[in-house]
């Protein structure tokens, strides 16, 4: 009874391990360059970022339908800087050269909103 007991608990855990390495885990973090921002969840991630003038942000859609990265608020764009269409997967930069705030939004989803500051 012992014998089969142990090749049992043996072969319980062994499936165990295999199994645990089987799985995908999809990542929401934030991403991790300090210029990135992830559209994810119909939302944009860090909603703001501080950088200084000169640097590029670059957007990545990880969702799964398209969105625009557009200056400005809903019905009231600015025209500094608009993505157009932006489909899963596909990536878009902007260079910011002057100081201030730009709240921007995306066209398709206008509940979607974030701001990057300039200094």
């Known amino acids: 009874m012992s014998k089969i007991y142990i090749i049992l608990s043996t072969g319980l855990m062994?499936?165990?391990?295999?199994c645990t390495g089987c799985s995908e885990e999809e990542?929401?973090?934030p991403p991790t360059d300090?210029?990135?921002v992830s559209i994810?969840?119909?939302?944009?991630?860090?909603?703001s970022r501080t950088v200084a003038a000169g640097t590029t942000i670059k957007w990545t859609n990880n969702d799964g339908?398209?969105?625009?990265v557009t200056s400005g608020?809903?019905?009231?764009?600015?025209?500094?800087?608009?993505?157009?269409?932006i489909a899963p997967g596909q990536t878009y930069e902007f260079t910011f050269s002057t100081a201030?705030?730009?709240n921007y939004f995306c066209k398709i989803h206008p509940g979607m909103t974030a701001q990057v500051v300039v200094q």
Do not use: C, K, R, Y
């Not at 062994?14 to 295999?18: H, P």
């Open 14 to 18: 062994l499936l165990t391990f295999i």
């Open 34 to 36: 300090s210029n990135a």
């Open 65 to 68: 339908i398209t969105h625009t």
């Open 40 to 47: 994810q969840n119909n939302s944009f991630n860090p909603g």
């Open 27 to 29: 990542s929401t973090a």
């Open 100 to 102: 201030g705030t730009f």
């Open 73 to 85: 608020s809903p019905g009231n764009e600015t025209g500094v800087f608009d993505s157009g269409n």
